[in-house]
């Protein structure tokens, strides 16, 4: 699969809550515009990826995680937080050993950098707790408490099995305003669990933003078939 990343040009000067107009072109040519379509805001967010490595995860599956969650790490500035969390029917926090790791410009390649090791040496297997990987992200969010937005980016099937439930947690989540943003992964993903997940903590005026789905042809290539989760 391919992610396309757009981001405003640097535009030093511009006020906060400056309005932009955005027009986009491909191959030279004007394919889209809009008036007033960008904002130049100061946005910092404390972003927590939390990584489905159960046993209907292998394969293709796990690959698109992590292309998915090693754009993510890409995907943050100057005093962003960042934090790994994978779970099976188990969530471990695999970067950084506790709380979260800040982005400062000197040090930003070395936080990426470590992340995306944890985040390649991660195994399929065992069974699956959602739950239990928001429960352990939202208590890294917690235990930092910045005023930079808290977002959670759920990378899995869906398909859950264990305790702890999604529904054991929600409640939690949407108390500490954290957004859920959530990527279904699979043609069989349970995408009515992904998608209320994100509709749930985002709102329904969000939801383009906060849910995505990834099918079969759009994983990445020939690998290992799915297995179960024991």
């Known amino acids: 699969q391919y992610w396309l990343v757009v981001q405003a040009p640097a535009k030093p000067g511009a006020a906060y809550g400056a309005a932009f107009d955005l027009t986009e072109r491909l191959g030279g040519a004007v394919s889209a515009s809009q008036a007033a379509a960008i904002r130049y805001d100061e946005l910092r967010s404390d972003r927590v990826l939390v990584i489905d490595r159960s046993g209907s995860m292998a394969g293709d599956k796990l690959l698109a995680a992590k292309d998915a969650a090693r754009f993510h790490t890409e995907d943050l500035g100057q005093f962003?937080?960042?934090g790994?969390?994978?779970f099976n029917q188990n969530a471990a926090g695999d970067y950084p050993a506790v709380g979260l790791a800040l982005l400062p410009d000197a040090q930003a390649a070395a936080v990426r950098?470590?992340?995306q090791t944890a985040i390649e040496n991660l195994v399929a297997g065992g069974n699956t707790s959602i739950g239990d990987g928001l429960?352990?992200?939202?208590d890294r969010l917690d235990a930092?408490?910045?005023d930079n937005a808290w977002w959670i980016v759920l990378l899995s099937d869906g398909m859950?099995?264990?305790p702890v439930f999604y529904d054991d947690v929600?409640?939690?989540l949407m108390a500490a305003g954290t957004q859920v943003h959530a990527i279904a992964l699979g043609e069989g993903a349970h995408e009515d669990l992904m998608r209320r997940i994100a509709t749930d903590t985002c709102g329904e005026e969000l939801l383009d933003a906060c849910y995505h789905h990834i099918d079969e042809t759009a994983l990445a290539g020939a690998s290992?078939?799915?297995q179960p989760d024991v």
């Open 80 to 82: 962003d937080r960042l």
């Open 84 to 86: 790994v969390v994978s």
């Open 113 to 115: 950098l470590a992340a």
């Open 135 to 138: 429960s352990v992200a939202q």
């Open 144 to 146: 930092v408490g910045s």
């Open 160 to 162: 859950e099995n264990t």
């Open 170 to 172: 929600r409640d939690r």
């Open 224 to 226: 290992p078939a799915r």
